[in-house]
């Protein structure tokens, strides 16, 4: 005879009436009703049927659900419960054959409907298990928010933090008790969100306001080289264009570059790997070139900001931007588009003898073209493709977002004739 399951079924504001005829039928007929004392009050008592309220400690409800394996129970859960809900949880520590899960429309979703956005590539997180400060960078880089409020971190708290780090470029709206009669959706800008009050469980969006750029956060801890990448004001909505922090160390490695170097770094967006090079670079000079405007803007705030004083941004396009300046002891290369190929055949010319050049591309086509040039210049050419995933904490547990795969290629120039 196979188990007896546990139903871990979604529940809305509107109680039994929301649910399917089938997951209805779970409910009333379970031996033990299992869930918060709000979700419990969602379903008329029964004489017949045992309830067991919970809080949000998942080794209570864990504790509990092994006890109740091989009964009749259902496990509410609001909304969905797969989607920063508990189920993922249980399943992950219990195994999924002891369980059945049958979803409602999550507040997330819900949410977002309400203000008629897409959700597709939004950052959404419950800050009941990520926690705000955690979340910020995140936030700082992304178009579309969505985050499950606590009580500790209310819309008005959020706001407030998201004001006192500069992270104002965001339009808010704060959705309350989805689906129920006394629902309310509010929009506002953060400043006048921070002065209102609103329930403790709601579901605040955010939609980046056209165009802005990000604005870092205030330097802690500051590093010869590696800093993270949040310090750096970075152009948008434009993307990938700032060097991974990551990736920024192995190339300033492989550029080896000394007090007095004359480095080149081209296509330099907003300036990461420059700046960082001169900081290194301190009594040599630094040309950060970039043709695009708004970016050679931001290399001269980032440049004020780390009060590098060996860097000169150039705004102009490679090779023409290159004629006036002079020849560079290390070169930095970083494009994704199929003028790569030449330009890093133009540059190598100008590279000293003994100098070094260090390439980054993001794709297979680029990678064999530049590897091919190098190739015919000198015999060693170092490649490494470099796939970094960083730990995020989702329900208690460290999970890993990968970055997109990153390709170096790395030659020294022969002194020799």
């Not at 249980?90 to 979703?109: A, N, T």
């Not at 956060?217 to 590696?226: I, M, S």
């Not at 420059?274 to 931001?298: C, N, S, T, Y």
Request: hydrophobic residues 40%.
């Amino acid at each position: 005879m196979s188990e007896q399951k546990i139903q871990i079924i979604g529940i809305g504001d509107e109680g039994l009436d929301g649910l399917t005829s089938n997951a209805r039928q779970l409910v009333q007929s379970a031996e033990v009703l299992v869930g918060s004392d709000a979700l419990l009050k969602l379903v008329p008592v029964s004489k017949t049927q045992e309830r067991q309220t919970l809080g949000a400690n998942l080794n209570e409800i864990l504790a509990t659900m092994q006890k109740l394996i091989g009964k009749r129970v259902v496990l509410l859960a609001s909304g969905d419960p797969l989607f920063y809900g508990v189920a993922r949880y249980l399943c992950d520590k219990l195994g999924k054959e002891h369980f059945e899960v049958i979803p409602h429309v999550s507040s997330m979703q819900m949410a977002f409907a309400r203000v008629k956005e897409s959700w597709e590539e939004a950052f959404l997180t419950n800050l009941s298990n990520y926690g705000l400060e955690n979340a910020l960078t995140k936030i700082r880089v992304a178009d579309k928010v969505g985050l499950f409020t606590t009580e500790e971190f209310s819309p008005a708290t959020i706001a407030q933090t998201l004001l006192k780090n500069r992270l104002d470029y965001f339009s808010a709206y704060v959705c309350e008790n989805l689906g129920s009669k006394d629902e309310r959706v509010t929009q506002g800008e953060l400043a006048d969100i921070a002065q209102q009050e609103f329930s403790q469980l709601s579901v605040m969006i955010l939609v980046r306001k056209p165009e802005v750029p990000d604005r870092p956060v205030e330097q802690q801890n500051h590093r010869l080289f590696g800093n993270p990448d949040e310090y750096f004001s970075q152009s948008r909505p434009k993307q990938g264009l700032l060097t991974p922090a990551e990736v920024r160390c192995v190339a300033l490695a492989q550029l080896d570059l000394g007090p007095k170097s004359v480095v080149w770094d081209i296509g330099a967006g907003s300036g990461s790997v420059a700046i960082e090079a001169a900081q290194i670079a301190r009594e040599g000079r630094v040309f950060a070139i970039e043709k695009d405007v708004e970016d050679h803007q931001l290399i001269q705030a980032n440049a004020a900001k780390f009060r590098v004083t060996s860097l000169t941004p150039v705004l102009g396009r490679a090779p023409e931007a290159l004629a006036n300046l002079p020849d560079p002891d290390a070169i930095f290369l970083g494009g994704s588009g199929r003028e790569i190929g030449h330009l890093v055949e133009s540059v190598y010319q100008r590279l000293k003898p003994g100098g070094r050049l260090v390439a980054n591309v993001g794709s297979i086509e680029n990678l064999a073209g530049v590897h091919e040039i190098l190739s015919r210049r000198v015999p060693d050419v170092g490649v490494w493709m470099l796939n970094v995933a960083r730990g995020t904490y989702q329900l208690e547990r460290v999970r890993f977002d990968a970055l997109n795969p990153s390709f170096l290629l790395a030659v020294v120039k022969p002194s020799g004739k």
